[in-house]
């Protein structure tokens, strides 16, 4: 009796001496976390998406608590209004960035870019991919097999099952870039939103010479320049057979669309193009002008 005793005793004073010593170091090595860090993260939206480039919301509110200058910092999903309310509590400049909206530049529908042969594989890009260029005769358009539309948290992005393209609803789309990192083919770009949703940019990503690109797809770039030589802006770049458009240089004119003899050039959100045709209409070589016309009711 008198050694149970004793032995429930002894095990008592370890528990206990035990608790003080755990008790002790989880003071003297305690990480402080300043406060702030929790208000900030209750501030941003919680879609835990990566989009500002940190695992997730609460790596963005620490990074915001402890930077000095928050310029860099940003949440897309939130966006200004967020990261205003967020910079007003912690007492600093508010980070400014245009608003942004992912693109799929490619123009390859399933009539514009024939289908050669058919993937009997797993339905994925990343998959596809990796055994082989794809389905078509462009080893650098989409693949179609929605990786981008799996990975998106939002559902702003979808495969039309007519074109066989992603498209994006950009009233929905917060410009997290999940979709633009899970693209294998480097497809979908995040590009600037612009003036009342207004973009241009080039669809297409084919890096092939001219005429093997227009042979694989009606609407490829072929690098001819014409686009190029048009802008007033210094907005277009060809490199690697490929015409650019830097949506940070571009002032929207359209001066280089209907320059574009393959369609390659996409504009969105404009509204439609008037074509006046000149007084001499029966004279044989007459050139229609073309003329940007806003509508009525801005």
């Given amino acids: 009796?008198?050694?149970?005793?004793?032995?429930?005793?002894?095990?008592?004073?370890?528990?206990?001496?035990?608790?003080?010593?755990?008790?002790?170091?989880?003071?003297?090595?305690?990480?402080?976390?300043?406060?702030?860090?929790?208000?900030?993260?209750?501030?941003?939206?919680?879609?835990?998406?990566?989009?500002?480039?940190?695992?997730?919301?609460?790596?963005?509110?620490?990074?915001?608590?402890?930077?000095?200058?928050?310029?860099?910092?940003?949440?897309?999903?939130?966006?200004?209004?967020?990261?205003?309310?967020?910079?007003?509590?912690?007492?600093?400049?508010?980070?400014?960035?245009?608003?942004?909206?992912?693109?799929?530049?490619?123009?390859?529908?399933c009539g514009n870019r024939p289908r050669t042969n058919t993937f009997d594989g797993a339905s994925s890009c990343a998959v596809m991919s990796s055994l082989y260029a794809g389905d078509t005769a462009c080893s650098h358009g989409c693949l179609g097999k929605?990786?981008?539309?799996?990975?998106?948290?939002?559902?702003?992005?979808?495969?039309?099952?007519?074109?066989?393209?992603?498209?994006v609803d950009e009233e929905r789309c917060t410009a997290c870039g999940a979709c633009v990192k899970a693209c294998p083919k480097g497809v979908i770009e995040l590009r600037r939103k612009g003036p009342k949703g207004r973009r241009v940019f080039v669809s297409c990503i084919s890096k092939d010479k001219g005429a093997i690109s227009r042979k694989a797809c009606n609407v490829s770039c072929i690098a001819c320049t014409k686009c190029q030589k048009v802008c007033a802006f210094e907005a277009i770049t060809i490199e690697n057979s490929l015409a650019y458009i830097d949506s940070?240089?571009?002032?929207?004119?359209?001066?280089?669309?209907?320059?574009?003899?393959?369609?390659?050039?996409?504009?969105?959100?404009?509204?439609?193009?008037?074509?006046?045709?000149?007084?001499?209409?029966?004279?044989?070589?007459t050139k229609a002008e073309v003329v940007d016309v806003e509508p009525e009711n801005k």
Wanted: net charge neutral; hydrophobic share 45%; with cysteine.
């Fill in 1 to 109: 009796m008198s050694l149970l005793l004793s032995t429930i005793l002894t095990l008592c004073v370890l528990g206990v001496l035990s608790a003080v010593i755990l008790y002790v170091v989880a003071r003297k090595f305690k990480v402080y976390e300043d406060p702030r860090i929790d208000e900030a993260e209750a501030m941003l939206p919680g879609a835990n998406c990566g989009g500002c480039g940190f695992p997730g919301c609460r790596g963005l509110a620490g990074a915001l608590v402890k930077e000095d200058d928050i310029s860099a910092l940003f949440c897309p999903v939130g966006g200004a209004g967020v990261m205003t309310a967020v910079a007003v509590y912690l007492g600093k400049a508010a980070p400014e960035r245009e608003p942004q909206v992912a693109v799929v530049r490619c123009g390859g529908s």
């Fill in 248 to 285: 940070n240089k571009c002032k929207l004119c359209r001066k280089c669309a209907p320059e574009c003899p393959t369609r390659a050039i996409r504009e969105v959100n404009f509204p439609p193009r008037l074509v006046r045709v000149a007084e001499s209409e029966a004279k044989v070589g």
């Fill in 146 to 167: 929605g990786d981008c539309v799996v990975v998106c948290n939002f559902d702003a992005i979808f495969v039309n099952p007519e074109t066989g393209l992603p498209e």
